[in-house]
């Protein structure tokens, strides 16, 4: 299933957007805002102007009840980000890769920051898959908004943290 997204930041450079997702303490207060029940947030920045990015958190299965049958009550869910150096106008790109522990779910994508009029744009691409005979496709869409649901409150916790009018 195709996810599409976007996060806006409309007064932000690109590289100050790198700052603020390789940042360890803004991370953890994204994880804190979805709900995390547990969370663990590893930034490793290299030397080559890269980074790499992994999240972990435990969620409560905020889903359907026919879904809570095969994902459980809680999900441990790995976000890794691999972020390239920047290009001549700072912009960047990342490997996405979103994984449920112990379930047939991934999304494999990039987020891609780029220069929108005097601010930054980070575009998220993916595809989700739920590898399930039957109902993997029946899965997908309530997995997907649950990641949407995600991006919407990486979104408010930005606005907060960089001063943006909501």
Known sequence: MDVRAEINYPTTTPE?????????????????????????????????????VTVRRTMPAEVPDFVKKFVGETVDVVQTEEWGAPDHLGQRQADLAVQIKGQPVKMAGTLH?????????TSIRGNLTVSMPFVGKKIEPEI???????????QRTADRWLGEPA
């Open 16 to 52: 100050q957007v790198y700052t603020l997702v390789t940042d360890q303490m803004f991370r953890s207060a994204v994880c804190e805002a979805t709900g995390a029940l547990t969370y663990d947030v590893d930034v490793d920045k290299r030397p080559d102007d890269t980074a790499s």
């Open 113 to 121: 920051t780029q220069v929108v009029g005097e601010g930054t744009r």
């Open 144 to 154: 997907a908004k649950g990641i949407l649901a995600a991006v919407a409150t990486e």
